[in-house]
């Protein structure tokens, strides 16, 4: 296994792990257009990102769950992975070390993208 797959490999069980088991490592965004749908929709939007796994190699070329689409109640919405140093100020240098990485993850309507 090259070390190009197996960084590949780590972040994607970080990032699954995040995004199905809470806020430690990071924190959740909602869009304002996402918050104006309301709590009940807030809910369910999180809850179908935690349960997501429509992966393919069309929507996750490079293997590493950071990103998703799906339909709620007649919306489109897209949920990503930012990768951002321990500050949340700049990039992270290495997404696969959750020592120097905070996870962000947003959920969007597609029309807001």
Known sequence: MTSTLASARTIRDLNDAFRRNGFASGQWMLTSGVADL????????????????????????????????????GETLFWKIDYYDQTLTYGSDDPSDPALTRRVLTIMLASEY
Do not use: K
């Not at 939007?45 to 769950?65: L, T």
């Open 38 to 73: 309301g709590p009940e929709f807030m809910v369910l939007a999180i809850r179908a990102v935690r349960g997501f796994d429509g992966f393919s190699e069309s929507n996750d070329p490079y293997g590493e769950h950071d990103f998703g689409s799906f339909n709620l109640a």
